[in-house]
């Protein structure tokens, strides 16, 4: 599998002013040259780690989900990643090696490997190898369901989970599910979402799921809201409830890109959760 992996860096001096960026009241479009150095993080209790935060719950806007693109150096990691108790991971894995402990089980994880961690489960991350460990890290705030147990932990990967093509797409347009879509433990879904040349979405997706999209390989057309966007591995984009979108897969070769998106659960009346 090929996976985008951000080069971090400066653009040279000498370069025009001329990205594609852009903030609207629906969406918010981030081109993979604005992956710079200077627009890097740091986490507590992560060493030899900086990050990309292209994702975070913002009132009024994109509420249920942060989304990180990870850099961890050789020998770096964290053996406390996150303080929040409450809080679910997904992480897909795109270049490098690591070793992840889940529940005191140790694997051994390298591009396409996906792990899910449900929320009050211990975990670690140690890279390994000669080159950085990446991956994305996308956190929820889990919303219990009553009389349904909450999902267990588990690692799997983008080679060993089929695509399930769109019926009526001629196997030009799938989705690499990594849970079951019925299995109503899970409160949201990441996927991997794949087109072959000429593949579309042949109608404008209006709905109340909101969406991180980050182009893990190819290029297209996608429609947010009323702007056509050419869009390439590398581009993240941003997506509020309701915004309309479409697809045309331009390119000459796959368009992929790993999607989230909340699901299974009532409507918020009494705010958002806590």
């Known amino acids: 599998m090929n996976y985008h992996l951000p080069p971090g860096g400066l653009p040279p001096q000498t370069a025009l002013m001329t990205g594609r960026a852009v903030f609207t009241e629906a969406y918010a479009f981030i081109p993979r040259g604005c992956f710079s150095d200077i627009v890097t993080s740091h986490l507590p209790g992560w060493a030899q780690t900086r990050l990309w935060l292209i994702a975070r719950p913002m009132s009024g806007f994109s509420e249920t989900f942060s989304q990180y693109v990870m850099e961890v150096a050789p020998g770096g990691g964290s053996d406390m990643p996150d303080a929040d108790e409450g809080a679910q991971h997904w992480l897909f894995f795109t270049g490098g090696k690591a070793t992840l402990t889940v529940d005191e089980v140790t694997t051994e994880v390298s591009a396409g490997s996906y792990a ?3 929320p009050g489960t211990a975990w670690r991350l140690r890279a390994e190898g000669q080159d950085p460990t990446r991956f994305h890290w996308i ?19 983008d080679q060993e989970t089929p695509i399930r093509w769109m019926p009526d797409t001629q196997d030009r347009w799938g989705t690499t599910r990594f849970v079951d879509p019925q299995d109503l433990s899970h409160d949201a879904h990441v996927n991997i979402v794949t087109f072959e040349p000429g593949g579309v979405i042949p109608f404008e997706e209006t709905h109340v799921m909101e969406h991180g999209l980050y182009v893990l390989e190819g290029k297209a057309v996608y429609k947010l809201n009323r702007d056509w966007v050419e869009v390439e591995a590398g581009d993240f984009m941003w997506l ?3 915004c309309p979108q479409a697809c045309y897969a331009a390119g000459p070769g796959r368009f992929r890109y790993l999607l989230y998106k909340d699901v299974n659960r009532h409507a918020k009346l009494r705010g958002v959760l806590r």
């Open 139 to 157: 956190r929820k705030l889990y919303e219990p369901a009553p009389g349904i147990a909450a999902p267990k932990p588990f690692i799997t990967s």
């Open 240 to 242: 509020r409830a309701y």
């Open 116 to 118: 899910y961690i449900p």
